[in-house]
């Protein structure tokens, strides 16, 4: 274990035993000057309720073994992107993954023919 990593689990425990923690900041969002638009709001529910609908147990499928993403937290994000798919309809999409391709094939599987 390096020097950096044993100071900070010395000074910032992990509170509970988990497979996986890193620590993060939070910083304030009520003196952000952006403001989402009524649009984007909008879209982000109508997003939001596309979601909560769509399957995307062939990706789970596809994966080698447990923990399957696109069906539990953290990996919900996968049926957000099938919601935006399905929300704004786009003839063209860009994606830059990670590596496993399931954001890709989580846009693909809701897009307009």
Same mark, same amino acid.
């Given at each position: 274990?390096? *020097?950096?990593? /044993?100071?900070? $689990?010395?000074?910032?425990? %992990? ?7 890193? +620590? =993060?900041? %939070? ?9 989402? =638009? /009524?649009?984007?709001?909008? %879209?982000?529910?109508?997003? *939001? #309720?596309?979601?909560?609908?769509? =399957?995307?147990? &062939? ?8 923990? +399957?993403?696109? &069906? *539990?937290?953290?990996?919900?994000? +996968? $049926? !957000? ?7 704004? /309809?786009? $003839?063209? %999409?860009?994606?830059? #993954? ?6 890709? !094939?989580? *846009? /693909? $599987?809701?897009?307009?023919?």
């Amino acid at each position: 274990m390096s *020097i950096k990593r /044993k100071i900070i $689990k010395k000074l910032m425990p %992990v509170p509970v035993q988990v497979r996986h923690a890193e +620590y =993060s900041m %939070v910083f304030s969002a009520d003196d952000d000057l952006s403001r989402p =638009s /009524k649009y984007l709001l909008s %879209v982000a529910l109508e997003a *939001i #309720g596309n979601a909560r609908e769509v =399957s995307l147990e &062939d990706l789970s499928a596809r994966m080698k073994g447990p923990p +399957y993403y696109p &069906d *539990i937290w953290p990996g919900e994000h +996968y $049926k !957000l992107l099938a919601g935006l798919a399905l929300s704004l /309809k786009p $003839k063209v %999409v860009i994606e830059i #993954g990670t590596g496993s391709g399931l954001s890709a !094939l989580a *846009i /693909k $599987k809701y897009l307009s023919p």
